[in-house]
C-alpha cells in the first residue's frame, strides 16, 4: 500500500510522560491551525486502593485550553496492557472523536471471554467513534493523518503518521530499548517484525515517537527518535537483522518477561475505550480472573 505521506509538514509535538507506567503521551498540533490530537492518554489508578484519578490526563487539558486549542481526535495506538486510558475522560472535558484500530474486535472478543463479559459487552468496537483500517485518512485542523496497520505486538496495533512525526505505539522502542512483546494473546513475533519493517520502509528524517521508554542502562528517559536511527542502530532489528533472527530472539526474551502489573485492569478499561466496567447496580469494577492470562 501506498501511504500519503507529506513530510513538509511539521506539527508541533509535546510529550507528557507519566512516571507510574512509563507510558509517553502526545498533544499534536496542526502547524497551519489551532486544532490538535492527543495520542495514548493516561488515567492513573491506586490498584491497591482501587482508586482512579485523573492528574495526567489533566495536565494534556490544561495544555490546549492555555494554548486555546481544538481537540479533534484522541487516537489509542493499540488496546494498552501497562496503562488505563483516559480517553473518555478527557473528550468530556474537550470533545474530539475517539479512535483506534478495527481490529479492536478481536481484542474484544478475546479478552470478553477471559473476563466472562456478558451479552452486555457489545464485542463490535462500537464503544469508538471511529475504527481506523490500514491507509485510512483523517483530518487534523487541515493536517491529514493516516494509520498504518502494524500488528504483532497485538492485532490491533497501529502507528499513525501526521507530516513529518509517527507515533509508533508499542511497535518499536527508543534503538537501546528495542522493540515489544509479541506474547500476549493475539501477538506474533514474525508479524510484528514485518510491522517494523513496514514502519522503517517510511522516509529517513521521519520523526518516531514512543509510546514507552525504560531509561536502559540507566540513561534519561527519551521518546523521540527517527526512521535512520532505527534503522542502523535499534537493538533488535537495526543493522538489516533477519525475520528469523528476530523471530527466535523475542520468543526466547518474552518467555522470561512477567505479566505487566496493570495488565487486569487496563484490558477492561481499554477494551472499552476507557470506561470501567459496572456490576448490575451500575457501580464502577474490575475483575479478577485466575489462572486464564
Known sequence: MTYPVDMS????????????????SYVVRDPSSTHCAIIDSVMDIDYAAGRITYDHADKLIEEIESQGLTLDWIIETHVHADHLSAAPYIQSKLGG??????KIMVVQETFG???NEGTDFQRDGSQFDALFKDGDTYMVGN???FAMFTP?????CMVHVMGNAAFAGDTLFMPDGGSARADFP?????ELYDSIQKVLSLPDDMRLFMCHDYGPNGRAIEWETTVAEQKSDNIHVGGGKTREDFIKFRTERDAQLAMPRLIIPSLQVNMRAGELPTDQDGNPVLKIPVNTL
Open 143 to 145: 493536517m491529514q493523518g
Open 152 to 156: 504483532g505486538h497485538t492485532p490491533a
Open 97 to 102: 472523536k475517539i479512535g483506534v484500530g478495527e
Open 113 to 115: 471471554k477471559v473476563f
Open 9 to 24: 509538514i511539521k506539527p508541533a509535538v509535546s510529550a507528557h510522560f507519566d512516571d507510574a507506567t512509563n507510558t509517553i
Open 186 to 190: 493475539g501477538g506474533d513475533a514474525g
